[in-house]
């Protein structure tokens, strides 16, 4: 973990880089109903397989959704996305301990939007946005933290994020536009 923090940091300053993104959008049947869904990873830069990290988190919540969305009896809840990060996660840890991957090439945004009949509904786990147009014309909803501390769902199996962002000086709070 300490090697995770001070890598952290790094990347934080500016000392890491690189591009260390991945992202799928498919459409998935289920109860006569289509649904149209993208899911977008970015890896923070904390380690040289972050790229990697980004993807294995990326494709294990899409197993997870699909297999969901095959079998929905109903989507009108707004905070089902939420609900379906503890399986993922699950799925995430079972295959980066296949893979051998550290926790530090787990530290990943993850963005997930779907949309059923018009509806979008959108999860965000770490920093960044989700926009859409509707009737309204473009929507979205952006989310940053302080001290570049994002709430990444790896840290779920960390402990929560708070207990991390204790250690990075972060507040407990972000911010949403």
């Keep these: 973990m300490e090697r995770c ?3 952290y940091h790094r990347i934080a300053h500016g000392k890491l880089g690189g591009c260390e993104d991945f992202s799928i959008s498919d459409v998935a ?42 079998y929905a009896d109903y989507w009108d809840d707004p905070d089902r996305l939420d609900y379906l ?3 993922a ?4 840890d079972i295959v980066a301990k296949q893979l051998k ?17 018009g509806k979008i509904y959108y999860l965000i786990y770490g920093d960044g946005g989700v926009f859409w147009k509707d009737e309204f014309g473009l929507s979205g ?9 994002p709430n990444y769902p790896i840290y779920e199996l960390l402990g929560g994020y708070n207990r991390f962002a204790v250690q990075m000086g972060a507040e407990n709070e972000h911010v949403e536009r």
């Excluded at 996660?89 to 995430?92: H, K, N, P, Q, V």
């Design 29 to 70: 049947f289920g109860n006569n109903r289509v649904y149209s869904y993208g899911i977008v990873c970015d890896g923070c830069g904390a380690s040289d397989l972050a790229a990697l990290g980004a993807q294995v988190l990326a494709l294990s919540y899409e197993k997870v959704l699909r297999r969901y969305l095959n």
């Design 101 to 117: 991957v550290s926790i530090c090439d787990l530290f990943a945004t993850l963005l997930v939007f779907v949309e059923c009949e």
């Design 5 to 7: 923090l001070d890598n």
């Design 141 to 149: 909803r952006w989310v940053t933290f302080s001290n570049n501390c």
């Design 85 to 87: 990060i503890d399986e």
């Design 89 to 92: 996660l699950a799925e995430l």
